[in-house]
């Protein structure tokens, strides 16, 4: 009799992951692992994680800090990568952009910009330096502090994206104004 897991599901979506894995060619494998990587990771790790060549996944890791996607830390001799935060900014933006209509956009700015107004009221209220905040009479009172000012940082955060994505919106991709041809002088209009 053939020894089953208790849950199948479980067992299967192992089985899969196994299949993907020697599927997937080692560029996908270490651009989903850096992915993951929001501190500066050691480029051995990261192809540790991939399950590929060290030498392979640091030409990958070069080829995406190459590709703005990723970024490397010049101030130490070992080589070490995390994601580009800029990257990932201009991602969410440019998935707002492709969703929405600059007209939703704004309205969301404005949304947004309201909660932010009411959450640092309430934050002004409080005392935000961290030794107030740790020493406050229980831990409640501390959660509650600490998801206000979370709250208050992820908002503006969104705003942020969503000022980004309009500005992707209204200049068609870009994010300045292109400039229109006919918006220079001509050569005879030039004094001398």
């Known amino acids: 009799m053939q020894n089953h897991s208790e ?29 993951d990587c929001a501190e500066y990771q050691h480029y051995t790790t ?18 995406l800090v190459d590709m703005g ?11 070490t990568y995390r994601r580009s935060r800029p990257y990932i900014e201009w991602w969410l933006a440019q998935r707002i952009a492709s969703d929405y209509s600059v007209s939703e956009i704004v309205a969301r ?19 935000l330096t ?19 000012v979370t709250e208050w940082r992820h908002t503006e955060q969104r705003i942020r994206y ?3 994505a309009y500005q992707i919106s209204r200049f068609d991709g870009h994010f300045m104004p292109r400039m229109e041809t006919n918006t220079l002088p001509k050569i ?5």
């Not at 404005?110 to 932010?116: C, G, R």
Request: hydrophobic share 35%.
């Open 162 to 164: 969503h000022q980004l």
């Open 109 to 127: 700015i404005e949304e947004l910009e309201e909660k932010q107004v009411e959450l640092e009221a309430d934050l002004d209220d409080l005392d």
């Open 188 to 192: 005879t209009d030039v004094p001398e």
């Open 46 to 63: 990261i192809a540790e994680q991939a399950n590929c060549a060290d030498n392979t996944a640091k030409k990958h890791l070069d080829r």
């Open 7 to 35: 849950n199948p599901i479980e067992e299967a979506i192992e089985g899969i992951q196994e299949q993907w894995k020697d599927r997937t060619d080692s560029f996908d494998k270490v651009f989903k692992t850096i992915m």
């Open 130 to 148: 961290p030794n107030t905040i740790y020493m406050m009479e229980s831990i409640s009172l501390v959660s509650e502090q600490l998801e206000a």
């Open 69 to 79: 996607i990723v970024d490397r830390n010049e101030e130490i001799k070992m080589a």
